[in-house]
Every structure is written in structure tokens, then in C-alpha cells.
């Protein structure tokens, strides 16, 4: 028995240093699979002995949900933080500071994590308590949840009662993780570690993997920390967690070190950043407010989030008959731009964050994508349900489901996709064909009749003069871009297509690996799959995709639309950047671009300072003049000839 009992002692050691290696420092040294047999070894003699160690990791996994939350009295207060919303502040508090002091004093730099306080006590070595800030004197015992928080060590070297502090926080990662097969989606990684804590069913706070990034020794006995570095050293050398750390007396080093921080380069939210005085001595002469240390202050970034009441659902028809609907808001400030407006994915997103007309919702905006709708935030008292529309709300063709999303399967006849399918296609990202705005392409439809992309090819000059703004030049520009756009490359024109969740870097995967839309179009669902980054979703996209438009693509072949991928980096043109300009005698353009493509050149619409070769037919214009400029090389057609036959 007492052997049983030694080597879990060994057991549990052992397992909790891989643990501290793989959570705490990143840095594993074991297989999982070597962990895991550990792990069960260490199973089979707890069910033998009938003991669990106090620090054995089989603790984390969370038992029987508990009744309610207990109230925990911190041992010390745990204060807030004053804050501050511009550097111009922030000097200010410093140079306050500075005055009081008489010197500019040494600060320390962390971030500011977006969480929630967790308070953490230990008694000779062991893990006694976890508690949520509370009022800052009593929080709520949340002793059993922590314990699942695999970075939490739940025995420490230092032998003392200390109370630490950190901020709960569910990594940006694991919340994508979490919300890919979630039911219910969480709304924010600060939502998410407050409901996972805040949670009486322990198993569940052990689902959300969680961590805590400590930053405070609230209290220690035996011993006095004089400084926020030596908390740190002292959180470090008992295993926590912490965060960034640098340290300066000089305030524009400061606000130099928070302009370089990468908000999007982090796998955890933060809302700002904390600066605090070094010196324990100096801090107890600068002393409290009611609520803040004197000697320490938060710098927080401009809000990204915030709250606001959903009015009203438009539906819009995109270019590929899905219907996304779009949320009218009550407008709300947001990252200095009035919002109005937010994205709601699609009829499932609605379904799943269970959002209703009235409710009060987390709006959010990040690098200046439209803003999203996160979740509620509260209910209003006559919310009521979003309609889910039947029929189209362009065009009134009944609606197909196809799992979250709804669909316009009225692909010649809703306006609202075939003007969103021509714009696209004209797009420079596909056929680059320049000057058809939104506008312009609901004339194509209303006036001259337009019903699909391919249609443009056979416009003539009588027909585009009814459109508002085409007169002679224009008209016939237009004509010729319409016409040399048929040397487009393969993943231009597959992107042109419009396939459902095929984009540009899709486009040009498909396009390297098949070549030919032919070749495309024959492709199984497993051939696609087999493709890096096209996943089943995408490979079912494009297998309906071809299956459906035969006939259009016949269509653009025998408009002599079928480009061929050529390998960049094979041929007698290799890398080589081309300019074709004037009119050639013995190619059409469309030819040539296909010729200089299949050679391993690329085919540029404009001469720069990249381009390599010009070659001029006759009445060649502008383009020849900025060549002579640049001093490129300028070939006739024969000379073309000659260097492909060479
Ligand atoms: S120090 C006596 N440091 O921000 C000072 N707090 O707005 C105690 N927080 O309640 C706090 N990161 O939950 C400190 N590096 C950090 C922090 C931090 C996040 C949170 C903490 C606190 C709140 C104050």
C-alpha cells in the first residue's frame, strides 16, 4: 500500500511538471501519448488505493455539478485600476508621479488581459482556494473550476500563505475551437471565461481550456517582494503563468513599447495596458484612493465592442444566390465610425445566437471588416423572431435550404445576383474589364437585357450607347476590354465564375493543379479534397457548380474563353513580364497573352517599371510612349515571332 502511495506520490509529480512544461512554458518534452499512459497508470492506483493526492491532475477533470457558489474573503483587498484613454494622459499621471517623487520613477509594462480576476490562495505548498474578484473583499468560491485550468499548478514550491492574482482568459484559439461545433456560439473570449468560471456544472468550465495569466502577489507571508519584478521572478519561479514584461523610467519608451504592440498577432484579448511603479517602497508612499493604487494606471485601447439594439433584418442576394442577412441597428459609436449596420452570417448564425428584433446585442468591428453580431446581450421585452424568408427578396423565387444558409437558385432571372455576378466578373481580380460599376451593371440588366457575364461579349456599340455615361470612346474601350479580356488566365477565370466559396487563392490552387477548366470540371469531390486547403465544403461547391453550368461554360468556350495554366516557372519566357499594345497583324491579342502564358511569361495590362518587354503592333498609343520612357525593350510583331520560334 505505502509503495502504491509513493509512486503516486512520483506519479503525480512527474505528470504535473509535463503539465507545467506543456501549459506553462509551451515548451512539452513528452509525447501526448507518453503523457497519457502516465496519466491512466496513475488512474488504475487511485481506484486501488481508494486515494486521490491533493495535487493529482486527475482533479481537473470536474465532478458532480455543485449546488451554489460560496463566499470567499480575500486575505487583502484586491483593488481596481485607475485608467486612461490617451498617451497625453498617461504623461500626465507620469509626470504627476514624477513631480510628487521628485524623480521619474522605474514602471513596469504589461498588458492589460480581458478576462476575469481570479484570486488564488495557497497554503504549505497547496492549492486552498480560487475565488472571482467579487467586490474586491468577498468574491465567489470558484475553488473547483480552477482546478481544471491546466496551467494553474495545483501544488507550488514556496510553502507560505500568498494570495496571487491573475485574469481568467479563454485563448482566441481554443473559443474558435470551442464555437466551430458549439450549439450555442460564445460571444467574446471575456464572456466566455466569466460563463466557464461562473459555471456550477465543473465538467463544462473543463471544456472551455482555459488559462490564467497572473500578474500580482496580493499577499505573501515569511516573506516581502520589494518590487513588481521580483512578484513576477516570484510568480515564475512557482510555476504560474505570466505575461509581457519591460521596464523603464522614461515614459515615451513607454508609449513607444504599447504603439508596437500587435493586437491581432496575440492568441488572447486584451483591452489596454497596465503600467505600474517598480519600487514596493515608492509605491507605499504614493498609496490609495478608494478604489485605485495611486501607483499604477491602465492604458486602454478604443473600444472594438460594444452593445446596441437590433431593429431590423434586410436579406441580400449575393452573387451566388446566398442570402446573407444584414442587421439595421439602433446607431452606436464604434471605433470612431457610427454603426448602423451589421453582418448575421446567415439564417443559422440567427438561429444560433438566438437574436431577435428588440434585442440588445455585442456588436464588434475589427480591422475594418464590417461589424458582426456576436450575441445577446440582453432581451428586450418585446423582442420578437426573426422571419425566415421563403421566397427570394429580389426576385420571389422560392428559397432552397442547404444547411445554414439560404439560397436564389434563380440564377439568369434575380437581378440582384446577375448584377452582383457581372460586377464581379469584371472585377480586376477576374476578367479586368474596366467601368462597370453596380450602376452601370443594373443597366446591362434593366436596359439592354444582360442575364449573365457571357452575354457581354456579344454587346454591340447601338446597344452600350443606351447606357447612361457610354459615349464613343467609352463605348468602344469598353468593347476592346471586353474583347482582350478573353486572354484572361485560369484563375482569373475561375474566379470570374463566381463558384460558391471558391476565392482568389482557391482560384489559383485549382488553376496549378488541373490546368484547364476542363480538366476542372471532371474533378470528383475526392480528387478536389485531395487539393491542400480545399476542404469538403469547397469541393462540393464546385462539383454542384459544374454540374449545373454546362452550359454556360460551353458558352464561353465558344467565345474562345479557355485559358491554359502555364507553369511560371517553365519556358523560354520564364518570369518575364510582357506588354501588348496596338494592333497585331498575325495574332489576335487574346492569342498572343495565351502564347506568352504558355511560355512561362505573364501578361501585364500596364507598362511599369517591372515590365520587361513591350511588344507594339500597329498605332500603338500610350503605352508604347511610356515604354520609350522607361527605356524597355520594344519589340515589333515579327520579333515576337521570332523569340517564340527561337
Ligand atoms: S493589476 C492593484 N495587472 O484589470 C492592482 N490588473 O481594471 C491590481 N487586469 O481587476 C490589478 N491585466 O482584472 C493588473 N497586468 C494586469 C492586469 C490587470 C488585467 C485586470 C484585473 C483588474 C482590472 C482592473
Redesign the pocket.
Known amino acids: 500500500m505505502n509503495e502504491d502511495i509513493m509512486l503516486m506520490k512520483e506519479l503525480v509529480a512527474r505528470l504535473n511538471d509535463l503539465a507545467y512544461r506543456y501549459y506553462v512554458l509551451d515548451d512539452p518534452i513528452v509525447s501526448d501519448k507518453e503523457y497519457d499512459v502516465l496519466y491512466d497508470k496513475l488512474c488504475a492506483l487511485e481506484a486501488k488505493t481508494g486515494t486521490v493526492l491533493n495535487d493529482s491532475p486527475t482533479k481537473r477533470v470536474g465532478g458532480e455539478p455543485l449546488k451554489s457558489f460560496e463566499p470567499h474573503t480575500h486575505i487583502n483587498r484586491?483593488?481596481?485600476?485607475d485608467?486612461c484613454n490617451s498617451f497625453d494622459e498617461l504623461r500626465a499621471w507620469f509626470e504627476k508621479l514624477s513631480a510628487a517623487l521628485g524623480k521619474q520613477p522605474e514602471c513596469t509594462l504589461?498588458?492589460?488581459?480581458?478576462?476575469?480576476?481570479?484570486c488564488l490562495t495557497y497554503r504549505d505548498g497547496q492549492l486552498v482556494s480560487g475565488a472571482t474578484?467579487g467586490n474586491g473583499e468577498v468574491g465567489e468560491n470558484v475553488t473547483e473550476q480552477i482546478k481544471t485550468v491546466k496551467s494553474v499548478p495545483l501544488s507550488i514550491p514556496f510553502k507560505g500563505t500568498v494570495e496571487v492574482?491573475?485574469?481568467g482568459i479563454m485563448r482566441i484559439s481554443a473559443l474558435n475551437a470551442y464555437n466551430a461545433t458549439a450549439a450555442v456560439p460564445l460571444k467574446n473570449p471575456r464572456n466566455a471565461v466569466a460563463g466557464a468560471i461562473r459555471n456550477l456544472d465543473v465538467r463544462e468550465t473543463a471544456k472551455r481550456n482555459l488559462d490564467v495569466?497572473f500578474?500580482?502577489v496580493?499577499y505573501i507571508d515569511g516573506q516581502s517582494l520589494g518590487s513588481q519584478t521580483e512578484q513576477i521572478e516570484f510568480l515564475k519561479n512557482n510555476r504560474f503563468k505570466t505575461?509581457m514584461f519591460y521596464k523603464t523610467n522614461n515614459i515615451e519608451q513607454i508609449i513607444d513599447q504599447i504603439q508596437s504592440v500587435d493586437k491581432s498577432a496575440l492568441d488572447f484579448a486584451?483591452?489596454?495596458?497596465?503600467i505600474?511603479v517598480d519600487d514596493a517602497k515608492v509605491r507605499g508612499t504614493l498609496g490609495y484612493t478608494d478604489k485605485?493604487?495611486k501607483w499604477?494606471i491602465?492604458y486602454k485601447f478604443e473600444a472594438e465592442e460594444t452593445t446596441t439594439v437590433l431593429r431590423d433584418v434586410q436579406w441580400q442576394v449575393g452573387r451566388t444566390g446566398k442570402l446573407t442577412p444584414l442587421a439595421i441597428l439602433d446607431p452606436v459609436e464604434l471605433c470612431g465610425a457610427t454603426v448602423k449596420r451589421a453582418t448575421l452570417n446567415n439564417y443559422g448564425d440567427i438561429l444560433r445566437k438566438d437574436v431577435k428584433i428588440g434585442s440588445r446585442v455585442f456588436i464588434r468591428r475589427s480591422n475594418d471588416v464590417i461589424p458582426e453580431i456576436l450575441g445577446v446581450a440582453e432581451r428586450g421585452q418585446n423582442d420578437v423572431d426573426i422571419p425566415k424568408p421563403t421566397v427570394c427578396p429580389c426576385c420571389g423565387h422560392e428559397l432552397t435550404e442547404e444547411g445554414a444558409h439560404l439560397f436564389c437558385l434563380n440564377f439568369y432571372g434575380c437581378r440582384a445576383q446577375v448584377v452582383a455576378r457581372i460586377v464581379q466578373f469584371c472585377s480586376k481580380d477576374c476578367m479586368d474589364i474596366d467601368g462597370v460599376s453596380i450602376k452601370t451593371a443594373e443597366q446591362l440588366y434593366d436596359i439592354l437585357g444582360v442575364r449573365s457575364p457571357a452575354e457581354l461579349y456579344d454587346l454591340t456599340g447601338e446597344q452600350l450607347a443606351r447606357i447612361d455615361g457610354f459615349k464613343d470612346k467609352k463605348i468602344s474601350n469598353f468593347i476592346k476590354a471586353v474583347q482582350d479580356s478573353k486572354a484572361a488566365d485560369l484563375p482569373h477565370f475561375i474566379s470570374a465564375l463566381c463558384i460558391e466559396n471558391v476565392g482568389k487563392v482557391t482560384a489559383r490552387a485549382l488553376a496549378e493543379h488541373f490546368g484547364s477548366i476542363d480538366a476542372l470540371s471532371k474533378a470528383s469531390e475526392d480528387e478536389l479534397t485531395a487539393i491542400q486547403d480545399v476542404g469538403g465544403i469547397v469541393a462540393q461547391s464546385i462539383v454542384e457548380y459544374f454540374s449545373a453550368h454546362g452550359e454556360l461554360l460551353a458558352k464561353y468556350k465558344a467565345l474562345g474563353i479557355d485559358p491554359v495554366y502555364a507553369q511560371k516557372s517553365e519556358g523560354k519566357f520564364s518570369g518575364l513580364k510582357f506588354v501588348l499594345t496596338g494592333a497585331l497583324q498575325q495574332y489576335t491579342r487574346g492569342d498572343a497573352a495565351k502564347l506568352i502564358e504558355q511560355n512561362g511569361g505573364i501578361v501585364q495590362s500596364s507598362v511599369s517599371k517591372l515590365t520587361d518587354i513591350v511588344v507594339a503592333g500597329e498605332n500603338a498609343g500610350s503605352k508604347l510612349e511610356r515604354a520609350r520612357a522607361l527605356g524597355k525593350k520594344i519589340i515589333d510583331e515579327n520579333q515576337f515571332k521570332d523569340m517564340l520560334n527561337s
Open positions: 484586491l483593488y481596481s485600476l485608467k504589461e498588458y492589460k488581459l480581458d478576462g476575469l480576476t481570479i474578484r492574482q491573475g485574469e495569466v500578474y500580482n496580493n505575461g486584451i483591452d489596454g495596458m497596465v505600474k485605485f493604487p499604477a491602465a
